[in-house]
Nanobody, 124 residues
Framework: QVFLKESGGGLVQAGGSLNLSCTAS????????MNWFRQPPGKEREHVAT????????VYADSVKGRFTITRGNAKNTIILAMSNLTPGETATYCC?????????????????WGKGTLVIVSA
């Protein structure tokens, strides 16, 4: 079992920036990619960003390219999502997720472990 815990959410004005953090614990396989998804109120969950384990290659949703950056944190099994130029439409619960597999997937259905999420509210 892998446990994921997010932090860093909050209220930010449109155009502002926010950093989210996710720490994995338990039976973590550090070879597996780690992912961020988000779910706006009343909408489907969507992929945001992924970071590979060994190469640190990244994958981003088109909507966040150039504004969001996913990196590894200094602490073990921690990832950071740096978000900038946020818009009200990006108000959502942001969740960290990991599949019990080495391949990269941007599909929520392929994730085996989820954090509870952290709420980001972007005000107009």
């Amino acid at each position: 079992q892998v446990f994921l815990k997010e932090s860093g959410g909050g209220l930010v004005q449109a155009g502002g920036s926010l950093n989210l953090s996710c720490t994995a614990s338990g039976q973590v396989d550090s070879r597996n990619p780690m992912n961020w998804f988000r779910q706006p109120p009343g909408k489907e969950r969507e992929h945001v960003a992924t970071i590979r384990a060994l190469s640190d290659d990244t994958v981003y949703a088109d909507s966040v390219k150039g504004r969001f950056t996913i990196t590894r944190g200094n602490a073990k099994n921690t990832i950071i999502l740096a978000m900038s130029n946020l818009t009200p439409g990006e108000t959502a619960t942001y969740c960290c997720a990991q599949a019990n597999a080495y391949f990269v997937s941007t599909r929520a259905a392929n994730m085996d472990y989820w954090g509870k999420g952290t709420l980001v509210i972007v005000s107009a």
